[in-house]
């Protein structure tokens, strides 16, 4: 069984100060991991991806994650944050069952304050 | 367009009526997947589609629900005498396969008041 735990509910940063969003997968095989991004009222976008290759994954607007397999985890994180980054985020894990099914944290509330 | 397109964006409902929710992929995508998101609350996976085969309905909550997928592009979701717990934010997405590492792609979603 696959399963994928996003530790905060919310976080809440200031303008400028890093962010970390938490997120922890139990999988019985080697998972991919994504993380989403999904800004009010719009769609979900890819932020970045883990498939086997690198363990530190680049994505867009400056966001980064790191698979730790000892760890079972693929945190989020930006170095700085902005205003435009409040949103929810969704740390999501897969695989190929046979049955295929992927499943997505509960997600992350970040607020960005001025 | 080039991304993932759902007709209606916004529908609001009797109690009891059904409805269809559409999903046009992305072309040349041969898997599809339908998501539901209630307020406040994660992702819930509804059905998956390779082709016009769908090997994971595991997620349909009830037999009120079903889903199908025509020429291996269109799909329509149907729910049927609806209830007030349907209402949520039903999502489409596609990938090029259903393997994991694909990514997958969303729609904006398709909105649902059941009243």
């Known amino acids: 069984a696959q399963s994928v735990t996003q530790l905060d509910s919310h976080v809440s940063v200031s303008e400028g100060t890093p962010v970390l969003l938490r997120c922890n997968y139990s999988s019985s095989y080697s998972p991919s991991l994504f993380w989403y991004v999904q800004h009010p009222n719009k769609g979900l976008q890819l932020l970045l991806k883990?498939?086997?290759?690198?363990?530190l994954v680049k994505g867009i607007n400056g966001f980064e994650a790191e698979f730790k397999k000892s760890e079972t985890s693929f945190h989020l994180t930006k170095p700085s944050a902005h205003m435009s980054d409040a949103a929810e985020y969704f740390c999501v894990v897969s695989r190929n069952t046979g049955g295929f099914k992927t499943i997505f944290g509960a997600g992350t509330r970040l607020f960005v304050k001025a | 367009g080039a991304g993932v397109s759902q007709s209606p964006s916004n529908k609001v409902t009797e109690k009891g009526k059904d409805v269809e929710l559409r999903c046009d992929p992305i072309s040349g995508h041969t898997a599809l997947y339908w998501y539901r998101q209630r307020l406040g609350q994660g992702l819930e996976f509804l059905i998956y589609?390779?082709?016009?085969?769908?090997?994971?309905k595991s997620g349909l909550p009830s037999d009120r629900f079903s889903a199908e997928r025509t020429g291996e592009s269109v799909s329509t979701l149907t729910i049927q005498r609806t209830q007030q717990e349907d209402s949520a934010v039903y999502l489409c997405?596609?990938?090029?396969?259903?393997?994991?590492?694909?990514?997958?792609?969303f729609g904006e979603g398709s909105w649902l008041t059941v009243v």
């Open positions: 883990y498939t086997s290759a690198a363990t």
């Open positions: 997405a596609s990938s090029r396969q259903g393997a994991p590492g694909n990514t997958i792609y």
């Open positions: 589609f390779q082709g016009n085969s769908a090997p994971d």
